[in-house]
Nanobody, 116 residues
Framework: QVQLVESGGGWVQAGGSLRLSCAVS?????????MGWYRQAPGQQRGVVAK???????NYADSVKGRFTISRDNAKNTVYLQMNSLKPEDTAVYYC?????????WGQGTQVTVSS
């Protein structure tokens, strides 16, 4: 059974940084998964923050370009989201996603709260 476990969320003041991690277990296919970070704020739909494929191509939501960086370590079955210059509007639950053809998996989410 494939499991995604996020960590690294928390509370930070505006302008601060956090690094989220997502560890994938139960699969030998991590190296081919397209990995993504999504977020959902209260009352809003879940939306994409950043994606990274394998081989590595990345893309970002316009709202986070230049501030967030997604990366992956295939040896550790882990994907990261480095978040700098955080803003109050970045407050949300952040979810990790793994996708390969019809296989689509989600983590349980980690809360990120940015205070002004």
């Amino acid at each position: 059974q494939v499991q995604l476990v996020e960590s690294g969320g928390g509370w930070v003041q505006a302008g601060g940084s956090l690094r989220l991690s997502c560890a994938v277990s139960g699969s030998s296919l991590f190296g081919v998964y397209s990995m993504g970070w999504y977020r959902q704020a209260p009352g809003q739909q879940r939306g994409v923050v950043a994606k990274i494929t394998s081989p590595v191509f990345t893309n970002y939501a316009d709202s986070v370009k230049g501030r967030f960086t997604i990366s992956r370590d295939n040896a550790k079955n882990t994907v990261y989201l480095q978040m700098n210059s955080l803003k109050p509007e970045d407050t949300a639950v952040y979810y990790c996603n793994a996708n390969y053809y019809v296989n689509n998996y989600w983590g349980q989410g980690t809360q990120v709260t940015v205070s002004s």
